[in-house]
């Protein structure tokens, strides 16, 4: 049986010797700050309007503010695909 030499130019050799592998993909922490998925899928978001000005809401509406809510459906696909190990 003849062997086949493969002939590899010293640069590409030294190429990859010091190659790193690829990083992979990411969560984007942003994204994780800002919403969570539930057990079932749904993603859910902080309501708008209860950083700053309190004094001026009832405690109707700021007790409101500090429950999440449900994301809208249009977005949920993008919001999962920022979040790659959550669902």
Do not use: C, W
Request: hydrophobic share 35%; aromatic share 6%; proline share 3%.
């Amino acid at each position: 049986m003849a062997q086949i030499k493969i002939y590899i130019p010293r640069s590409f050799a030294i190429e990859l010797k010091f190659m790193r592998r690829p990083k992979g993909i990411k969560t984007r922490k942003s994204v994780t700050k800002r919403f969570r998925i539930t057990a079932t899928g749904k993603v859910l978001r902080s309501r708008a309007g209860r950083r700053h000005l309190a004094q001026t809401k009832n405690a109707k509406r700021l007790r409101r503010l500090g429950k999440s809510a449900v994301v809208d459906a249009t977005d949920v696909y993008r919001i999962k695909q920022n979040l790659p190990f959550s669902h």
